[in-house]
Nanobody, 116 residues
Framework: VQLQASGGGLVQAGGSLRLSCAAS????????IEWYRQAPGKQREIVAI???????EYADSVKGRFTISRDGAKNTVYLRMNSLKPEDTAVYLC???????????WGQGTLVTVSS
């Protein structure tokens, strides 16, 4: 399975974006799908997690503003980002994890730039 992230762009503070992580095949075999971000000069950090049971977790910095969801029919996981802040500026990446098989797949990043 390959992952393709898209949906990034330039947005003003307070605006919204929806990122997509499209898989080339079914993601049902993966335990979790995760969104990470990496800002210039900073370490990569996890933003949101979606389990195959539907549970979600979020970094404290995005709770209440970001929502991770899945469209199984489209093999796509979304990250809806509202009330964006300049500090949300980063390259966003998605990752699929299968702890059962030890398979971990990264997608390429999509750049989100939030202007003040």
């Amino acid at each position: 399975v390959q992952l393709q992230a898209s949906g990034g762009g330039l947005v003003q503070a307070g605006g919204s974006l929806r990122l997509s992580c499209a898989a080339s095949g079914s993601t049902s075999s993966f335990n979790t799908i995760e969104w990470y971000r990496q800002a210039p000069g900073k370490q990569r950090e996890i933003v949101a997690i979606l389990s195959n049971l539907g549970s979600t977790e979020y970094a404290d910095s995005v709770k209440g503003r970001f929502t991770i969801s899945r469209d199984g029919a489209k093999n796509t996981v979304y990250l809806r980002m509202n009330s964006l802040k300049p500090e949300d500026t980063a390259v966003y990446l998605c990752k699929a994890n299968s702890y059962d098989t030890g398979v971990f797949v990264w997608g390429q990043g999509t750049l989100v730039t939030v202007s003040s």
